[in-house]
């Protein structure tokens, strides 16, 4: 009965989202508030809707309800509760409820936080989201129902791809579609603003804070799925250029890009069209990722749950989405004609050179995720584009893009002086070289790109504390510092945390590939290896039992100088429901690095393959991940840039005439 209540919910909830897509367009046409209004209680019908089908299909999952199609093929009783849980939104099914969830949660924000802006144009808003809500509702009801029954009702279920049984794996998925789904409301602002034919500096700052929130959740899925990688696959790497890495850091590329140019539509009323543009590029790179990952036209250690033919429809609701609000865009964006000006040298031209790179690296990851795609589909050979292409792209894109980060900061909007900057940034300069000379002498000039990356690291690092001092007047005035960081707009810091963040995540990818140490060997127990001045004892290894697996573990000791300080235990596990292996790297973080123990086949006589690390400074990837997530966090709570429109007689006045 719960099954059928879900499913029912399911065509409610379609019908709520055709009224919600049609209706407030009549009313807009009509100049009838009430229609228009009807938008807002529509979105709040379609998330109660959607919650209680995700609530029933959770519930199944929960008492491992067999007797619905998609419980018994993705779940098993033998499961803990969390991977019950998690395994709602592991498969094709549910990760397609999560979706709409997603979608009807991010439109009800809208309706509840939106309250500030004019009736006409929220009610435009959420037609274009209800529009987005019926496309995936047709997709669910007519090919991908989650609520199937199944007779006879098997007593065990198949369970869940055991690389899906795991924290990381859990929490990365939702947090990653909050994402992706996210930047749907940076969509459907810009088309509502297309079909309106205005963008002015009060719809930038409208927009702005939906695209930072999916920006932060975007940032922290990736984050979450590096770290999964990290230390679930074993093979002590935390990102492969795989596509469907590639499918989801695109719209976080153009996110990102996004993020800045509404900064200058915001400020100087310009790039209004380069910005529409941005938003329906990011929600499309979404649907993409989606369809990459769905279709199965890529092979990748990721894509857990691909089916080809409905993948079609994916393609199809992609070229609908995509070509419709194109169309829409090539017909309304010449009207929308910038007012501002601003010079070569300012904030603002910092700020598109920005956009330009972000852009351009977004453009040469899509290029290289596809060609090989493509090639094979025309008669080609098969290849591969790996990571060596896409790290050189890196290189030659995003360093420009370090430097100006620097620059950018301390230039004056409108109008900046280079040399002011430049002479500011001089500590910086020096710091960077003498990094860099530093490495590359103590190499011989053999870790040059090593040196080259870590200035790069330290020109940013030590430029964002710059940029502070001068904004606190540290050595001007210091004793006025601490009502000076007080004044200080929780923008300002959100942008500092944001670019230290970007600095410090370059500081541990440079260090942590050029210096670590890895040893692959065959052991016995009572043997120890000397890996980077530590020393890992194995002392032997044991089966063990997990509530849904068996394993071995291996237990190693660490010791530096003579002095054990930790212990490691590596497990190599069998599923039996999925029949899987899967590989448990122990993990010990010191502070200038991780320890990192794997344990692999028997290579017999009591004899054991293992895989041995030291990753320095490692952590810093996560750690400059978290800053920038704190950073978007103190944007997000700038009394000038909360979500909705900012209150008060000026700014309603400003609203009543968009």
Known sequence: MIPEIGHFALAVALMLALVGAIVPHVGIARGDARLMGLADRVIYGQFLMALIAFGALTYAYVISDFSVLNVAANSHTAKPMLYKISGVWGNHEGSLMLWVLTLTLFASAVAWRGKELPLRFRSRVLAVQSALIVGFLIFILFTSNPFLRLDPVPVEGNGLNPLLQDPGLAFHPPMLYLGYVGLSIAFSFAVAALIEGEVTPLWARWVRPWTLSAWMLLTGGLVLGSWWAYYELGWGGWWFWDPVENAAFMPWLIASALLHSSIVVEKRDALKSWTILLAIIAFSFSLFGTFMVRSGVITSVHSFANDPERGLYILGFLAVVVGGSLSLYAWRAPKLSPSGLFGMVSRESALVLNNILLSTFAAVVLVGTLYPMMLEATGGAQITVGPPFFEFAAIVLMSPLIVALGFGPLLAWK???????????????????VAFLAVAWDSAGGLLMTGFGLGLALWLIVSVFLELFERLQLFKKPEKVLSRMKALPRATWGMSFAHLGIGVILLGITVSEAWTTEKLLIMAPGEQAEVAGFSFRLHGVEPVAGPNY?????????????????????????????????????????????????????????????????????????????FMIVGGVFSLTDRRKRIGAPKGKRSKSAAGAA
């Not at 109008?415 to 300069?429: D, F, H, S, T």
């Not at 010791?559 to 490691?568: H, K, R, S």
């Not at 692999?600 to 990837?621: C, D, N, Q, T």
């Open 550 to 626: 068996t394993a071995i573990r291996g237990h190693f000791t660490v010791a530096e100088d003579g002095q054990v300080f930790n212990q490691l235990f590596p497990e190599d596990r069998v599923y039996t429901d999925q029949v899987m292996n899967t590989t448990e790297a122990a993990i010990a973080p010191i502070w200038t690095g991780d320890l990192y123990a794997v344990i692999g086949e028997s290579a017999g006589e009591g004899k054991w393959s293992v895989r041995l690390y030291f990753k320095p400074f490692i952590s810093f990837l996560w750690l400059g991940a978290t």
């Open 415 to 433: 109008r900046g002086r280079i040399g002011r900057a430049g002479q500011m940034l001089i500590p910086a300069l020096i710091v960077a070289l």
